[in-house]
């Protein structure tokens, strides 16, 4: 059974930099196409950023372009996201999701991925 438990989350003042880390045990890691989604509250989940598999191809929300990179660490099984220039609007629950279609490119749409974590806060102070 394969997990996901995402950490780094926090408070930070606008401007500031947070770096999430998501940890996967218990299968192929290197087989997912893995994201991050983020929950605000009474808003639906969105996506945020996503990395193939070998980590050469991502996307990015539009919203998140250029202030967050996202890579991963095949031999550590573990998938970041570096966030820069954090603004209160960034403020959400974060989840790490794994993709675990065979196809190549990194997939948007939240219903495609399989696997969640359990979230982690990030909290923006304006």
């Known amino acids: 059974q394969v997990q996901l438990v995402e950490s780094g989350g926090g408070l930070v003042q606008a401007g500031g930099s947070l770096r999430l880390s998501c940890a996967a045990s218990?299968?192929?890691?290197?087989?997912?196409?893995m994201g991050w989604f983020r929950q605000a509250p009474g808003k639906e989940r969105e996506f945020v950023a996503g990395?193939?598999?070998?980590?050469?191809?991502?996307a990015y929300a539009d919203a998140v372009k250029g202030r967050f990179t996202i890579s991963r660490d095949n031999a550590k099984n573990t998938v970041a996201l570096q966030m820069n220039s954090l603004k209160p609007e960034d403020m959400a629950v974060y989840y790490c999701?794994?993709?675990?279609?065979?196809?190549?490119?990194?997939?948007?749409?939240?219903?495609?991925?399989?696997?969640w974590g359990q979230g982690t806060q990030v909290t923006v102070s304006s």
């Open positions: 990395i193939s598999r070998s980590g050469h191809w991502t």
């Open positions: 999701a794994a993709d675990l279609n065979p196809s190549i490119g990194v997939r948007t749409s939240e219903p495609l991925y399989d696997l």
């Open positions: 218990g299968g192929t890691f290197g087989s997912y196409v």
